[in-house]
């Protein structure tokens, strides 16, 4: 089970030495937690794990649409990652934290010719091209600019990856990249190989998320690195790098198991070196993305048990002051959570309940069914391994303010998001002259 320390006199849940009823106190619910060695010892496993099945000119990248606030790109960025941005906003706060640009990867299936430009301008390390108009587009900024850009290119490598439809990307029908099937990939870096201003340096593939065992990324792997033989035979292009995406599942629930990084890396390495040795082709640079596995489950939502109704022979909802609007993940894919109360994770489960939230949609719920200690008005309750795709898909529906994201560390617990105000809900709002 992600997480669930207790404090040994009180019984209370703790994150990162801080005990969960006072953080609760003092910041307020709905309320991020993020433990930050948790989110440490993610990069360093991926580190390690990425250096020695891959060798020391691998990469770990940090897919920062998991959790991108200045903090958390300051403490990934100080574990040694690069960071992966895939819009202006996600650059400029990675820049804001002091990322190294060259540590930086841009992606995006659309990115605008604003966003082209800002990569260029911060010098981001690589590009990752989607489709023929985008480097059609990259190439003459690059000589508006003046300037040259490394790049990959974003492939379909034809994988359907066990996961959630919604977070399937490997697939040809997906608006991401270019499909290996077709010959597009092909042809588009022949072109690639000869634009002015553009250094092809590899390709790049992303086959979804929450992904178990090692089966999928061996099969990306496999078809990536044949690809890359393929193009150098046929065509003399040589690429040099190997960017395999993200994708690793992270535990939400008893049931999910997570693979160590090493069990993942292993077999993909053993898969491209073997490729490479039969086909006489150099050992490719390779780059792997996590997101969720960095920062998922170091992090807790905490929130405050309103109202309970029992709807005798239907259901019994447990409603709490968060929902869709900072938790959109069950209404969208149906997720599954381990919920505790925070003051005694181990009570007894007892009866199920339906956690829902504030907002105004029956479909607002955090987890449906779900068996529960007796829960009463001012409880805490305790979401596990919400880190990632929570506070970024986070939304002001409702116009309900954001929560607050604290980093615990050894007892000691600081503000790294402070908590939206209805000054920060109308910020932007304009009133025209004579309304
Ligand atoms: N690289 C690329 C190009 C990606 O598109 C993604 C995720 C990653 C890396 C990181 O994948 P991860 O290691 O986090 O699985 N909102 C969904 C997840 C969407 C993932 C999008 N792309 C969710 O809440 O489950």
Do not use: W
Not at 161 to 170: D, I, K, L
Not at 187 to 194: H, P, Q, W
Not at 249 to 261: F, K, L, N, Q, S
Not at 358 to 382: F, N, R, V, Y
């Amino acid at each position: 089970m992600p997480n669930k320390d207790t404090g040994h006199s009180t019984g209370h849940l703790i994150i990162g030495g801080c005990d969960t009823l006072d953080l609760a106190m003092r910041f307020g619910t709905p309320l991020h937690v993020l433990d930050e060695m948790r989110i440490r010892s993610a990069c360093r496993a991926y580190r390690q794990a990425a250096s020695a099945h891959f060798g020391p000119l691998a990469r770990v990248v940090y897919a920062s649409k998991a959790l991108c606030t200045t903090a958390v790109l300051r403490i990934v960025a100080s574990e040694g990652l690069g960071v992966d941005v895939v819009s202006g906003g996600e650059l400029h706060t990675a820049l804001c934290a002091r990322v190294r640009p060259a540590d930086i990867v841009f992606h995006g299936n659309n990115k605008t010719p604003r966003e082209l430009a800002e990569a260029l301008s911060a010098g981001v390390g690589r590009i990752v091209v989607d489709n023929e108009e985008e480097l059609t587009r990259l190439a003459s900024l690059c000589a508006e600019h003046g300037t040259e850009t490394d790049i990959l290119l974003r492939i379909k490598p034809g994988v359907s990856a066990h996961t959630h439809e919604y977070v399937r990307t490997g697939a040809i029908d997906s608006k991401f990249g270019v499909a290996l099937e077709t010959g597009e990939a092909e042809r588009l870096l022949i072109r690639a190989a000869s634009v002015p201003g553009i250094r092809l340096r590899g390709i790049h593939c992303h086959i979804g998320s929450q992904i178990f065992g090692p089966d999928s990324f061996v099969e990306a792997a496999r078809i990536m690195t044949g690809f890359m033989a393929d193009l150098s035979e046929r065509d003399g292009i040589l690429l040099t790098e190997l960017n395999l995406g993200g994708g690793y599942g992270v535990r939400y629930v008893d049931e999910d198991t997570p693979d160590a990084p090493e069990d993942v890396f292993r077999p993909v390495a053993a898969s491209i070196r073997e490729i490479c040795e039969n086909r006489a082709f150099p050992f490719p640079a390779i780059c792997l993305e996590p997101g969720r596995a960095i920062v998922a489950e170091a992090g807790t939502t905490l929130y405050t048990v309103g109202s309970v109704k029992h709807i005798p022979g239907v259901r019994t909802y447990v409603a709490v002051d968060g929902g869709m609007f900072e938790n959109p993940r069950y209404a969208l894919y149906g997720s599954a959570y381990e919920i505790v109360r925070a003051d005694d994770p181990n009570a007894v489960r007892t009866d199920p309940v339906t956690i829902a939230g504030k907002c105004c949609e029956s479909g607002d719920l955090i987890q449906e069914h779900i068996p529960m200690p007796p829960l009463g008005t001012g409880d805490i309750l305790a979401v596990m391994s919400t880190g990632a795709y929570h506070y970024s898909m986070a939304s002001n529906y409702n116009r309900n303010a954001r929560p607050a994201v604290v980093l615990c560390r050894e007892g000691r617990a600081v503000e790294i998001v402070r908590r939206e105000s209805y000054e920060d809900l109308v910020r932007n709002d304009c009133i025209p002259e004579g309304l």
